[in-house]
């Protein structure tokens, strides 16, 4: 059976969960990976097979919360970040109530290996993984630099992690040390090939509100109103409400500037930019580490990505400010000539090679698992 499996092309079912874009980034990420070794992959949205009214809600919820009610947010977050039996009982038995089809439809496509940028999958699978209902080995992938405690769910034969912290959180919250592998969070390679940019001439700011376009982007963009010598791209999202709103603060407060919506090709977008400002989500941060690019983080919500932030700015990638300040606290890194010494320390951080490590995890995983 080993010698069998080793010589069939392996099959590979990645989940994601549009709760956010980030999700969906980094199995991207992992399926571009995978094609480019020749190997088998899907990607699939897991809310897909669930109600309709439950995936609504469940997207929704996050995105309402985190953009309305950041605080509120964040107090869930602290007080859900430990086991609770109860609590967690609960959870499981309505993940896995409404998560039965997806459950029928893995068991249908047969992968070799499932890995998840997303907990809610691994609730529902990871039960059938335990129970036996399901055979293929159980991947999760954190896609932040901390890990909540609703990342550990029995049943899962491997977690992916950034270096450091989200490690250390699935070790407290029970998970055994030697399924962890610190492998960073994956982004498609193209990032770590972007070269380092000269500091001389027009400064170009590549400004982000998100996959979904949430962020303070109107107070950030008039934030730029008299500074000289300075050109921004800003990617607005999947969101022509805030493309709207985007052209009309650049064009009150005369900036240089090019709007755009939803972008593809980000990598490419990145390497015109000296330097990003946005939010500190975990695909957007690990991203501009991979191609050396320094951040000022504005609009950061309570929770993951204040922990994003902390990890930017103790390692001296990253600056915060607060959104009316963004444009001054831009200025002041290229007067002080900082900004070169932070891309530096971005591109140390940066793991552009976590998707191809990643699929070595899993890949080994199959190889157990046939053993």
Not at 122 to 139: I, T
Not at 221 to 242: I, K, P, Q, W, Y
Not at 339 to 358: E, K, Q, V, Y
Request: charged residues 20%; proline residues 6%; positive net charge.
């Amino acid at each position: 059976m080993l010698q069998e499996t080793e010589t069939m092309t392996p099959r590979i079912l990645v989940l994601h969960v549009p709760a956010g874009g980030g999700h969906r980034a980094a199995a991207q990420a992992l399926v571009e990976q995978a094609h480019d070794r020749g190997v088998e992959a899907e990607l699939c949205d897991a809310l897909h097979f669930s109600p309709r009214w439950f995936a609504a809600g469940y997207v929704q919820a996050h995105l309402r919360s985190t953009e309305h009610a950041p605080s509120l947010y964040g107090l869930g977050y602290r007080r859900l970040d430990r086991r609770h039996p109860i609590a967690d009982g609960v959870r499981r038995r309505v993940d896995r109530a409404v998560g039965g089809e997806l459950l029928r439809y893995v068991r249908a496509r047969r992968p070799d290996v499932v890995i998840a940028t997303h907990f809610y999958p691994l609730s529902v699978l990871g039960a059938a993984r335990l129970s036996g209902a399901l055979d293929a080995p159980l991947v999760g992938v954190v896609t932040d630099f901390a890990a909540h405690a609703w990342w550990a769910e029995p049943g899962v034969d491997a977690y992916c992690t950034a270096p450091g912290g989200p490690a250390l959180d699935l070790a407290r919250h029970g998970v055994p040390p030697a399924h962890i592998a610190q492998t960073g969070i994956p982004v498609r390679e193209a990032f770590g090939r972007i070269p380092p940019l000269s500091h001389d001439g027009e400064l170009r700011v590549l400004v982000t509100s998100g996959g979904f376009g949430i962020g303070p982007l109107a107070t950030t963009l008039r934030s730029f109103a008299g500074f000289a010598n300075m050109h921004l791209t800003v990617v607005c999202g999947a969101s022509e409400r805030r493309v709207s709103e985007a052209r009309r603060a650049v064009a009150k407060a005369r900036l240089s500037a090019q709007v755009i919506g939803f972008e593809k090709d980000m990598p490419a977008r990145l390497a015109e930019a000296h330097v990003l400002v946005g939010k500190p989500g975990g695909l957007t941060t690990s991203e501009a580490l991979a191609a050396g690019r320094p951040m000022v983080i504005v609009g950061t919500c309570p929770g993951q990505e204040q922990h994003n932030e902390e990890w930017l700015t103790l390692n001296g990638a990253a600056v915060a400010a607060r959104a009316e300040h963004a444009g001054a606290r831009v200025s002041w890194l290229r007067q002080s000539g900082q900004l070169a010494s932070m891309a530096r320390a971005a591109r140390r951080l940066g793991t552009p090679t976590a998707a191809r490590d990643i699929l070595d995890v899993a890949l080994a995983g199959i190889v157990r698992n046939a053993a």
